[in-house]
C-alpha cells in the first residue's frame, strides 16, 4: 500500500479511515520508531568498593552515543553515569547490605529505546554499624529555569543510629542542590528520606538600558533647579543674596546635568552584561552523607547524581 492511497478519501468516515490507516502505514515503515537497545551491566571489585559497567549498544551492535544509565538494587539507585561511546561506569565505596543483584537501567535517547539488564551483586559484609545511602531517581532530566527534586535515602545497618549529614558537590554554575532536611538520624531498623530539589537557573537578557531614576537624576531635577535659578535672577529686587542664591542653582544645575548625562552615557555603552544560566548538557552532582559513629569514627558514603539540562 502507497502512501498516496492512504490519502485518497473525502468525508468524515473517509477521513476517519484514512487516519487509522496512515498510522499502520507509519508502523509499518517505521517511520518514528526509536531502535531497540542491549544493555549488559558487571560488577567487579575496586580497591575501595565495587566498579560498575554498563554497555549498551543498538540491535546492530552501534554503540550509544547519549543516555543516562542509573544502577539500581532493590533499596534504591546507588548512583548513575552518562554514557559515553557505549559505556557507562560508576564507582561505588559500598553496595547497601543485602544486595543480592544489581540492576543496569538505560534511560534512552534520540532514536534508542529504553531497556535494562541485571547481574548478581554482593556487598562486602561487616559487622559494624553503617549506613547505605541510595537515590530515587538518581538521573533526572530538566529545562533551564525548572527544577528536579531526588529521594535520598538513608538506611541503617547492623544497628546504626548516629546522626548523618547531606551535602552536594561538584555542582555547576547556575544550578543550586538544597536538602530538606539536610539532617536525618535513622532508627535501628527503620531508614530515613530527605527530599534533595536540584534547582536551575534560566538565561536572562541585558536590563534595560534606560532607567527612569536616571532620566530625573539628568533632566527633571537639574530642570528645577534651572528654573529657579533664573526666576531668582530676573527679579528686580535689591536683595544681592537672592541673586546670589540664583547663581548658585544654576551652577548645582549644571553639575547634576552633567553627572547625571556622564552617568547615562557609562550605562549605555557598558550596561550589565546577560545572565547565560546554566547551558544545555549533562552534569554529575555528587551526594554525600557524612556520620560519626559513636563520636570517634567518621563515615563518608557517595552516589552520584546524573543531570541532563535541555
Not at 547490605?97 to 540492576?103: A, D, I, M, N, W
Not at 559484609?125 to 533551564?144: C, Y
Not at 547492623?158 to 539536610?182: E, H, I, Q, R, Y
Not at 538520624?185 to 536590563?207: D, E, F, H, N
Request: aromatic share 4%.
Amino acid at each position: 500500500m502507497s502512501l498516496q492511497s492512504v490519502r485518497q478519501g473525502t468525508g468524515p468516515r473517509a477521513a476517519k479511515a484514512t487516519g487509522i490507516l496512515l498510522a499502520v502505514w507509519m508502523v509499518a515503515s517505521g517511520a518514528g520508531a526509536q531502535l531497540a537497545t542491549r544493555t549488559h551491566v558487571s560488577v567487579a571489585p575496586a580497591d575501595k568498593g565495587s566498579t560498575l559497567t554498563a554497555t549498551v549498544a543498538d540491535v546492530a551492535g552501534n554503540p550509544a552515543k547519549s543516555g543516562t544509565v542509573s544502577f539500581e538494587t532493590a533499596k534504591g539507585s546507588v548512583g548513575s553515569a552518562a554514557v559515553e561511546n557505549g559505556t557507562a561506569t560508576l564507582t561505588v565505596d559500598k553496595l547497601p547490605q543485602g544486595t543480592r543483584s544489581l540492576t543496569a537501567a538505560y534511560s534512552g535517547a534520540e532514536g534508542l529505546a529504553a531497556s535494562a539488564a541485571s547481574t548478581a551483586a554482593s556487598p562486602q559484609a561487616s559487622e559494624l554499624p553503617d549506613f547505605g545511602l541510595t537515590a530515587n531517581p538518581s538521573s533526572v532530566s530538566v529545562t533551564a529555569g525548572q527544577y528536579a527534586n531526588v529521594s535520598v535515602t538513608v538506611s541503617p545497618e547492623n544497628g546504626f543510629n548516629d546522626m548523618v549529614t547531606l551535602s552536594c558537590s561538584d555542582v555547576p554554575a547556575g544550578a543550586k542542590c538544597t536538602f530538606s532536611p539536610t539532617t536525618l538520624t535513622p532508627l535501628t531498623t527503620a531508614a530515613v528520606t530527605s527530599t534533595l530539589q536540584i534547582q536551575t537557573q534560566a538565561a536572562s537578557g541585558q536590563a534595560s538600558a534606560q532607567r527612569p531614576g536616571q532620566v530625573a537624576f539628568a533632566i527633571v531635577l537639574p530642570g528645577i533647579f534651572a528654573l529657579a535659578g533664573l526666576g531668582a535672577l530676573r527679579k528686580k529686587t535689591g536683595f544681592a543674596g537672592l541673586r546670589v542664591l540664583g547663581v548658585a542653582a544654576l551652577l548645582v544645575s549644571g553639575v547634576m546635568t552633567l553627572g547625571g548625562c556622564s552617568a547615562r552615557y557609562g550605562y549605555l555603552n557598558h550596561p550589565p552584561s546577560g545572565n547565560p544560566g546554566l547551558s544545555a548538557g549533562t552534569y554529575t552532582i555528587v551526594v554525600s552523607g557524612n556520620a560519626t559513629i559513636s563520636g570517634t569514627s567518621v563515615v563518608v558514603h557517595s552516589l552520584n547524581v546524573t543531570l541532563t539540562v535541555k
